[in-house]
Nanobody, 124 residues
Framework: VQLQAFGGGLVQAGGSLRLSCAAS????????LGWFRQAPGKEREFVTA????????YYADSVRGRFTVSRDNAKSTVYLQMNSLKPEDTAVYYC??????????????????WGQGTLVTVSS
């Protein structure tokens, strides 16, 4: 599976962005999809994840209530709607695909495939 994330850009605090991650290759619907982010000088951190059917979603506390993850298996695409953006949301955002169990879904290790990242910059 190859993943390509896009939709990043520069936005003012309080604004919104929608990221997309398009996949190519077979069996997209058999993978859980995650979004992670990495700010300069910091480790990559979990943002959100969605199960194969889309029935279960998981969020980091820092984004819960502001970000929404969704997927369209027919289009092999996962989305991240980001509202009420804050300067601390500035980072490179990565999408990833894997088959994590619930206890590891917030970690990077169970994700096999990663996109190239898209930069989100939130100005104050």
């Amino acid at each position: 599976v190859q993943l390509q994330a896009f939709g990043g850009g520069l936005v003012q605090a309080g604004g919104s962005l929608r990221l997309s991650c398009a996949a190519s290759g077979p069996s997209f619907s058999t993978y859980a999809l995650g979004w992670f982010r990495q700010a300069p000088g910091k480790e990559r951190e979990f943002v959100t994840a969605i199960r194969q059917s889309g029935g279960s979603t998981y969020y980091a506390d820092s984004v819960r209530g502001r970000f929404t993850v969704s997927r369209d298996n027919a289009k092999s695409t996962v989305y991240l709607q980001m509202n009420s953006l804050k300067p601390e949301d500035t980072a490179v955002y990565y999408c990833a695909a894997g088959r994590p169990i619930t206890s590891t879904i917030r970690t990077t290790s169970p994700y096999y495939y990663w996109g190239q990242g898209t930069l989100v910059t939130v100005s104050s």
